[in-house]
């Protein structure tokens, strides 16, 4: 398994940013897949995730603004960014479970030590 964040960049807060991870290795549309950052001199903390059923789940620090979202046919999940603030800065990382349908309640979808597959981040720099 193997996953690609790409899409990161340089923008000015109220700025729009779409990022996207390319998985290889299984059938992603069987899979939760989540985002979570990075921002200096913190924790990485939980974004967004989306389960194999479709369901959302955000953050409250980024509900309203950023949606998450698939590809079955490309083997991708999205991640829409608008409204970038100064405090979105961060590396980003996409991720999945070890297993096929799993992981996929509120609380579950939040935990980092539920995802096994990482991809190596891309970065988001806001200016404000």
């Known amino acids: 398994v193997q996953l690609q964040a790409s899409g990161g960049g340089v923008v000015r807060a109220g700025d729009s940013l779409k990022l996207s991870c390319a998985a290889t290795?299984?059938?992603?549309?069987?899979?939760?897949m989540g985002w979570f950052r990075q921002a200096p001199g913190k924790d990485r903390e939980f974004v967004a995730a989306?389960?194999?059923?479709?369901?959302?789940y955000y953050a409250d620090s980024v509900t309203g603004r950023f949606t998450i979202s698939r590809d079955g046919y490309y083997n991708a999940v999205y991640l829409q960014m608008n409204n970038l603030k100064a405090e979105d800065t961060a590396i980003y990382h996409c991720?999945?479970?070890?297993?096929?349908?799993?992981?996929?309640?509120?609380?579950?979808?939040?935990?980092?030590?539920?995802?096994?597959?990482w991809g190596q981040g891309t970065l988001v720099t806001v200016s404000s």
């Open positions: 991720a999945t479970p070890s297993s096929s349908f799993s992981v996929s309640d509120y609380y579950a979808v939040r935990i980092q030590q539920n995802y096994a597959f």
């Open positions: 290795g299984r059938t992603f549309s069987d899979s939760t």
């Open positions: 989306i389960d194999y059923n479709g369901h959302t």
